[in-house]
Protein backbone atom coordinates (compact mmCIF):
# COMPACT_ATOMS: atom_id res chain seq x y z
CA UNK A 1 0.00 0.00 0.00
CA UNK A 2 2.63 2.31 0.88
CA UNK A 3 4.52 1.44 -2.23
CA UNK A 4 1.47 2.42 -4.36
CA UNK A 5 1.13 5.79 -2.48
CA UNK A 6 4.70 7.02 -2.98
CA UNK A 7 4.31 5.52 -6.95
CA UNK A 8 0.85 7.65 -7.45
CA UNK A 9 2.82 10.77 -5.68
CA UNK A 10 5.37 10.15 -8.09
CA UNK A 11 3.53 9.91 -11.04
CA UNK A 12 3.34 13.14 -13.26
CA UNK A 13 0.77 15.29 -12.99
CA UNK A 14 -1.68 16.30 -16.48
CA UNK A 15 0.27 18.30 -18.74
CA UNK A 16 -1.41 21.50 -18.47
CA UNK A 17 -0.29 21.98 -22.18
CA UNK A 18 -1.40 18.82 -23.55
CA UNK A 19 -4.81 20.44 -25.66
CA UNK A 20 -2.65 22.78 -26.75
CA UNK A 21 -1.08 23.32 -30.41
CA UNK A 22 2.74 22.94 -30.45
CA UNK A 23 3.80 25.87 -31.89
CA UNK A 24 1.55 27.05 -28.16
CA UNK A 25 3.04 24.64 -25.89
CA UNK A 26 6.04 26.48 -24.89
CA UNK A 27 4.39 29.77 -24.74
CA UNK A 28 3.87 32.02 -21.77
CA UNK A 29 0.66 33.24 -21.25
CA UNK A 30 3.05 36.73 -21.05
CA UNK A 31 4.26 36.18 -24.56
CA UNK A 32 0.91 35.37 -25.96
CA UNK A 33 -0.47 38.28 -24.55
CA UNK A 34 1.83 40.09 -25.91
CA UNK A 35 1.56 38.52 -29.15
CA UNK A 36 -1.61 39.45 -29.47
CA UNK A 37 -1.00 43.00 -29.10
CA UNK A 38 1.88 43.23 -31.95
CA UNK A 39 -0.80 41.28 -34.14
CA UNK A 40 -3.55 43.93 -33.16
CA UNK A 41 -1.52 46.83 -34.30
CA UNK A 42 -0.08 44.86 -37.30
CA UNK A 43 -3.90 45.07 -38.38
CA UNK A 44 -4.28 48.22 -37.59
CA UNK A 45 -1.41 49.08 -39.54
CA UNK A 46 -2.51 46.99 -42.31
CA UNK A 47 -6.35 48.08 -42.54
CA UNK A 48 -6.10 51.59 -41.33
CA UNK A 49 -5.05 52.88 -44.01
CA UNK A 50 -6.84 51.27 -46.27
CA UNK A 51 -10.04 52.32 -44.04
CA UNK A 52 -8.88 56.42 -43.88
CA UNK A 53 -6.76 56.47 -47.23
CA UNK A 54 -5.92 59.97 -47.30
CA UNK A 55 -3.89 61.82 -43.87
CA UNK A 56 -3.08 64.86 -45.83
CA UNK A 57 -6.38 66.25 -46.76
CA UNK A 58 -6.25 69.67 -44.69
CA UNK A 59 -9.86 71.05 -43.74
CA UNK A 60 -9.55 74.10 -41.51
CA UNK A 61 -12.98 74.30 -40.78
CA UNK A 62 -12.55 71.32 -38.30
CA UNK A 63 -9.56 72.50 -36.36
CA UNK A 64 -8.70 70.53 -33.43
CA UNK A 65 -12.21 68.52 -34.01
CA UNK A 66 -13.18 67.07 -30.54
CA UNK A 67 -13.22 62.68 -31.53
CA UNK A 68 -16.65 61.47 -32.99
CA UNK A 69 -17.57 58.00 -34.01
CA UNK A 70 -16.49 58.97 -37.86
CA UNK A 71 -13.46 60.20 -36.32
CA UNK A 72 -12.62 58.08 -33.63
CA UNK A 73 -9.32 60.37 -32.62
CA UNK A 74 -10.69 63.75 -33.90
CA UNK A 75 -8.30 66.21 -36.21
CA UNK A 76 -5.49 67.87 -35.87
CA UNK A 77 -4.44 71.82 -36.11
CA UNK A 78 -4.79 71.42 -39.95
CA UNK A 79 -8.15 69.71 -40.03
CA UNK A 80 -6.33 66.57 -40.83
CA UNK A 81 -7.75 62.91 -39.77
CA UNK A 82 -5.68 62.10 -36.33
CA UNK A 83 -6.18 58.42 -36.45
CA UNK A 84 -5.82 58.28 -40.80
CA UNK A 85 -2.35 59.52 -39.81
CA UNK A 86 -1.91 57.47 -37.25
CA UNK A 87 -2.64 54.47 -38.66
CA UNK A 88 -0.16 55.77 -42.05
CA UNK A 89 2.38 56.32 -38.96
CA UNK A 90 2.10 52.95 -37.52
CA UNK A 91 2.67 51.54 -40.84
CA UNK A 92 5.80 53.31 -41.51
CA UNK A 93 7.46 52.41 -38.43
CA UNK A 94 6.78 48.99 -38.51
CA UNK A 95 7.98 48.64 -42.38
CA UNK A 96 11.11 50.81 -41.22
CA UNK A 97 12.03 48.79 -38.67
CA UNK A 98 11.53 45.57 -39.90
CA UNK A 99 13.79 46.34 -43.46
CA UNK A 100 16.28 48.28 -40.87
CA UNK A 101 16.72 45.58 -38.77
CA UNK A 102 16.53 43.01 -41.84
CA UNK A 103 19.42 44.92 -43.58
CA UNK A 104 21.71 44.61 -40.49
CA UNK A 105 21.11 41.20 -39.47
CA UNK A 106 21.83 40.01 -43.06
CA UNK A 107 24.99 42.13 -43.59
CA UNK A 108 25.81 41.17 -39.88
CA UNK A 109 25.34 37.47 -39.94
CA UNK A 110 27.12 37.34 -42.99
CA UNK A 111 30.04 39.03 -42.41
CA UNK A 112 30.37 37.16 -38.79
CA UNK A 113 30.19 33.92 -39.84
CA UNK A 114 33.30 35.11 -42.93
CA UNK A 115 34.78 36.68 -39.89
CA UNK A 116 34.74 33.28 -38.29
CA UNK A 117 34.87 30.55 -40.98
CA UNK A 118 37.79 32.37 -43.03
CA UNK A 119 39.66 34.37 -40.20
CA UNK A 120 43.11 35.39 -41.41
CA UNK A 121 42.63 39.05 -43.10
CA UNK A 122 39.14 38.98 -43.63
CA UNK A 123 38.63 38.49 -39.60
CA UNK A 124 41.02 41.81 -39.24
CA UNK A 125 39.52 43.46 -41.61
CA UNK A 126 36.02 43.09 -40.52
CA UNK A 127 36.61 43.16 -36.87
CA UNK A 128 38.85 46.49 -37.81
CA UNK A 129 35.74 47.74 -39.56
CA UNK A 130 33.07 47.12 -36.54
CA UNK A 131 36.02 48.46 -34.29
CA UNK A 132 35.73 51.73 -35.84
CA UNK A 133 31.70 51.39 -35.72
CA UNK A 134 31.96 50.87 -32.20
CA UNK A 135 33.72 54.16 -31.59
CA UNK A 136 31.11 56.26 -33.00
CA UNK A 137 28.21 56.61 -31.06
CA UNK A 138 25.39 54.90 -32.43
CA UNK A 139 22.85 57.94 -32.64
CA UNK A 140 25.71 60.20 -33.90
CA UNK A 141 26.08 57.65 -37.15
CA UNK A 142 22.16 57.38 -37.31
CA UNK A 143 21.56 61.70 -36.82
CA UNK A 144 24.96 62.23 -39.56
CA UNK A 145 22.90 59.83 -42.68
CA UNK A 146 20.04 61.61 -41.46
CA UNK A 147 21.47 65.41 -41.76
CA UNK A 148 22.26 63.62 -45.14
CA UNK A 149 19.40 62.20 -46.33
CA UNK A 150 16.71 65.35 -45.61
CA UNK A 151 14.30 63.21 -44.91
CA UNK A 152 14.35 60.21 -47.36
CA UNK A 153 12.98 57.12 -46.13
CA UNK A 154 15.86 54.56 -47.77
CA UNK A 155 18.65 56.78 -46.46
CA UNK A 156 17.34 56.56 -42.63
CA UNK A 157 16.61 53.14 -43.41
CA UNK A 158 20.73 52.62 -44.48
CA UNK A 159 21.70 54.77 -41.47
CA UNK A 160 20.12 53.00 -38.61
CA UNK A 161 20.96 49.61 -40.59
CA UNK A 162 24.78 50.78 -40.56
CA UNK A 163 24.24 51.66 -36.75
CA UNK A 164 22.94 48.22 -35.94
CA UNK A 165 24.77 45.67 -37.96
CA UNK A 166 27.89 45.93 -35.38
CA UNK A 167 25.95 43.91 -32.88
CA UNK A 168 24.89 41.24 -35.08
CA UNK A 169 28.41 40.95 -36.49
CA UNK A 170 30.11 40.62 -32.67
CA UNK A 171 27.62 38.27 -31.14
CA UNK A 172 27.36 36.03 -34.69
CA UNK A 173 31.08 35.92 -35.15
CA UNK A 174 31.81 35.03 -31.24
CA UNK A 175 28.80 32.07 -31.28
CA UNK A 176 30.42 30.83 -35.07
CA UNK A 177 34.20 30.69 -33.90
CA UNK A 178 32.84 28.07 -30.89
CA UNK A 179 30.56 26.38 -32.66
CA UNK A 180 33.46 25.68 -35.87
CA UNK A 181 35.89 25.21 -33.38
CA UNK A 182 33.80 22.05 -32.01
CA UNK A 183 33.94 18.64 -32.52
CA UNK A 184 30.79 18.17 -34.25
CA UNK A 185 32.17 20.39 -37.39
CA UNK A 186 35.33 18.75 -37.27
CA UNK A 187 33.70 15.59 -37.60
CA UNK A 188 31.80 16.78 -40.32
CA UNK A 189 34.79 18.03 -41.64
CA UNK A 190 36.72 14.96 -41.81
CA UNK A 191 33.55 13.29 -43.37
CA UNK A 192 33.57 16.17 -46.30
CA UNK A 193 29.90 16.94 -46.02
CA UNK A 194 30.57 20.27 -47.10
CA UNK A 195 29.68 23.61 -45.71
CA UNK A 196 26.17 23.96 -46.63
CA UNK A 197 25.85 20.84 -44.34
CA UNK A 198 27.69 22.48 -41.55
CA UNK A 199 25.88 25.84 -41.28
CA UNK A 200 22.36 24.03 -42.20
CA UNK A 201 22.90 21.49 -39.33
CA UNK A 202 25.51 23.24 -36.85
CA UNK A 203 25.72 26.87 -36.98
CA UNK A 204 21.94 27.99 -37.77
CA UNK A 205 20.30 25.88 -35.11
CA UNK A 206 22.78 27.70 -32.97
CA UNK A 207 22.17 30.91 -34.27
CA UNK A 208 19.04 31.31 -34.84
CA UNK A 209 17.59 31.62 -31.25
CA UNK A 210 19.97 34.36 -30.66
CA UNK A 211 19.28 36.34 -34.21
CA UNK A 212 15.41 36.31 -33.04
CA UNK A 213 16.41 37.76 -29.71
CA UNK A 214 18.39 40.48 -30.88
CA UNK A 215 15.87 41.17 -34.42
CA UNK A 216 13.13 41.56 -31.74
CA UNK A 217 15.00 44.32 -29.88
CA UNK A 218 16.37 45.47 -32.72
CA UNK A 219 12.51 46.03 -34.27
CA UNK A 220 11.89 48.03 -31.26
CA UNK A 221 14.99 50.23 -31.09
CA UNK A 222 14.85 51.47 -34.50
CA UNK A 223 11.14 52.82 -33.77
CA UNK A 224 12.37 54.57 -31.17
CA UNK A 225 15.49 56.10 -33.19
CA UNK A 226 12.84 56.83 -36.13
CA UNK A 227 10.20 58.26 -33.53
CA UNK A 228 13.13 60.23 -31.96
CA UNK A 229 14.47 61.65 -35.01
CA UNK A 230 10.99 62.72 -36.03
CA UNK A 231 10.19 64.69 -32.50
CA UNK A 232 13.93 66.42 -33.42
CA UNK A 233 12.88 67.25 -36.37
CA UNK A 234 15.54 65.82 -38.60
CA UNK A 235 13.34 62.33 -39.71
CA UNK A 236 10.70 62.26 -41.86
CA UNK A 237 9.43 65.51 -43.36
CA UNK A 238 6.60 66.27 -43.25
CA UNK A 239 3.31 65.97 -44.50
CA UNK A 240 4.09 62.26 -44.41
CA UNK A 241 2.97 60.90 -40.98
CA UNK A 242 5.59 59.45 -38.62
CA UNK A 243 5.15 58.64 -34.75
CA UNK A 244 7.55 60.87 -33.39
CA UNK A 245 6.84 63.99 -35.94
CA UNK A 246 3.33 63.39 -34.91
CA UNK A 247 4.16 63.76 -30.85
CA UNK A 248 6.16 66.74 -31.73
CA UNK A 249 3.25 68.68 -33.77
CA UNK A 250 0.65 67.84 -30.55
CA UNK A 251 2.93 69.30 -28.02
CA UNK A 252 1.27 72.92 -28.56
CA UNK A 253 -2.26 72.14 -28.42
CA UNK A 254 -1.87 69.29 -25.59
CA UNK A 255 -4.29 71.31 -23.52
CA UNK A 256 -6.82 71.51 -26.20
CA UNK A 257 -6.85 68.22 -27.81
CA UNK A 258 -5.09 65.83 -25.85
CA UNK A 259 -5.75 62.66 -27.85
CA UNK A 260 -3.52 64.07 -30.53
CA UNK A 261 -0.08 63.20 -28.17
CA UNK A 262 -1.36 60.75 -26.12
CA UNK A 263 -2.62 58.22 -29.54
CA UNK A 264 0.87 57.92 -30.52
CA UNK A 265 2.58 57.70 -27.36
CA UNK A 266 0.12 54.77 -26.77
CA UNK A 267 1.27 53.44 -30.05
CA UNK A 268 4.94 53.47 -29.35
CA UNK A 269 4.37 52.02 -25.91
CA UNK A 270 2.56 49.19 -27.08
CA UNK A 271 4.78 48.60 -29.52
CA UNK A 272 7.78 48.64 -26.63
CA UNK A 273 5.62 46.51 -24.19
CA UNK A 274 4.57 43.96 -27.01
CA UNK A 275 8.05 43.48 -28.26
CA UNK A 276 9.95 43.31 -24.60
CA UNK A 277 6.96 40.46 -23.71
CA UNK A 278 7.86 38.37 -26.69
CA UNK A 279 11.53 37.99 -25.08
CA UNK A 280 12.55 34.42 -24.13
CA UNK A 281 12.97 32.72 -20.65
CA UNK A 282 17.14 32.78 -22.01
CA UNK A 283 17.18 36.30 -22.88
CA UNK A 284 15.27 37.20 -19.62
CA UNK A 285 18.02 35.40 -17.73
Known sequence: MTNAVAMHGLSPAPAQNANRPEWLADR??????????????????????????????QDLSR?????????????????RSVIARLAHATQLSLVM???CVSAALLFGTLAGIAAAWRG????????????VFIALPALLVVLVVSAIANGDL?????????????????????????VLAGPAVEAAGL????????MRRHLFPELRPLLTTMATFGVGSSILALSTLGFVGIGVRPPTPELGLMITEAFPYYHEAPWMALAPVLVLTTILIGLLGLRSKESRA
Do not use: N
Open 120 to 131: GWVDSVLHGLSE
Open 97 to 99: AVL
Open 191 to 198: LRLGSVHI
Open 154 to 178: WTLCLGLALAQWVEYFRMVRARSGL
Open 28 to 57: TKTQLISAALLAALAVFAIAGPLAWPDHAL
Open 63 to 79: FLEAPSPAEPLGRDHLG
